[in-house]
């Protein structure tokens, strides 16, 4: 191998190494990365007030959104079924009071009739 092909192959090398560092220094500026991070952020805690499935959501993410808004709508059945079992029942306690015929076991005694 002649001198001036060694040089050319050596500066070949060198040039190709340069252009490699280069591209490895650039994509490294772009990305971040370590062994000892954290994340410093607010963090609002959302805790809901009753249960239930949601139907609707009527925010998108990262919306801001004032205090009272609603942001959720929720499916009402469970609620109104609760709330006809509540009416069917003070209904039969009145119609078993009406009649005179009612339990009264939380002050020891039996059934009483009027």
């Given at each position: ?11 070949l ?30 963090v609002?805690p ?35 079924a609760?709330a ?31």
């Open positions: 191998m002649s001198r001036r092909r060694l040089a050319l192959a050596l500066g090398i060198v040039l190709l190494g340069a252009g490699w560092a280069g591209t490895a220094w650039y994509r490294s500026r772009l990305s971040v990365g370590t062994d000892d991070a954290y994340v410093e952020g607010t609002a959302v805790s809901a007030k009753v249960p239930g499935q949601v139907m609707e959501v009527l925010v998108r993410d990262n919306e801001l959104v004032k205090a009272g808004q609603v942001v959720i709508r929720l499916d009402v059945r469970d609620y109104r609760k006809e079992q509540a009416r069917a029942s003070v209904m039969m306690a009145e119609r078993r009071f009406v009649s005179g015929t009612f339990d009264r076991t939380e002050q020891g005694g039996g059934r009483v009739r009027a």
